[in-house]
């Protein structure tokens, strides 16, 4: 599937991933392959993604890399769209 996160900034990355974890309102979900589409407010937390990563040279220090060797960005709030195996992450 692809993912793109986007902050006020600046587009944080775009590529094709395995899945992605966020954090919202009501705990923490995945979506994967093929997800059913949905719309939902994230909370403060992690944006954990997995899958082949690759982030550019001015992004790169706003990332982390956890135990499960998922790369690991921190938000305050944000948005998330699925839609036909696209995951769209507003994240301030």
Known sequence: MYLE??????TLFSG?????TV???EGEFQLLNNHAPIISI?????????GNIELNE??????TT???????LVINSGTIEMKDNKV???AD
């Open 88 to 90: 769209i992450v507003l």
């Open 16 to 20: 094709e991933v395995t899945s992605v």
């Open 5 to 10: 996160i986007v902050s006020p900034e600046a």
């Open 66 to 72: 956890d135990a499960n060797k998922n790369t690991v």
């Open 58 to 63: 001015d992004v790169k220090d706003k990332f």
């Open 42 to 50: 994230l909370k403060s937390g992690a944006v954990k993604i997995s």
């Open 23 to 25: 954090p919202g309102i």
